[in-house]
């Protein structure tokens, strides 16, 4: 980030004392409690699985903002792929078809989750 290396050992040192005092502490990583901030999810103890999926060509979801979709409880998109670019999936993006999609969904759920985006 700074084009240089005169910190390397200071940087190295702090992010293993970070990640030694996190451990003892039992906290959870930060990335899983800001997905089940964002979700809405109360359990810690719930298990979250992600899957790839592609929007086929004809889909009954797609055209319709991501906000308005009744995905299944505990399923979240977490990111979009079209044309190769990828796209942060926010409330006012709609899906089109051949899209790649990384879905994430509590483990127990994923088979409703899987067949919401194979229902046609």
């Known amino acids: 980030m700074t084009n240089s290396f005169s910190n390397i050992y200071?940087?190295?040192?702090?992010?293993?004392?970070?990640?030694?005092?996190a451990d003892l502490l039992k906290e959870p990583p930060i990335y899983d409690s800001l997905?089940?901030?964002?979700?809405?999810?109360?359990?810690?103890?719930?298990?979250?699985?992600?899957?790839?999926?592609?929007?086929?060509?004809?889909?009954n979801y797609t055209d319709i903002q991501l906000q308005d979709l009744a995905?299944?409880?505990?399923t979240l998109i977490v990111s979009i792929r079209r044309n190769g670019?990828?796209?942060?999936?926010?409330?006012?993006v709609k899906l089109e078809p051949g899209d790649e999609l990384q879905v994430s969904c509590e483990r127990g759920r994923l088979k409703d989750a899987k067949a919401f985006f194979q229902s046609n």
């Open 35 to 59: 997905l089940q901030a964002m979700s809405g999810q109360s359990n810690l103890e719930s298990v979250q699985t992600f899957f790839q999926t592609k929007v086929p060509v004809v889909a």
């Open 10 to 21: 200071a940087i190295g040192i702090v992010t293993l004392v970070a990640y030694l005092v």
């Open 71 to 74: 995905l299944p409880d505990g």
């Open 85 to 92: 670019t990828y796209i942060v999936p926010l409330g006012d």
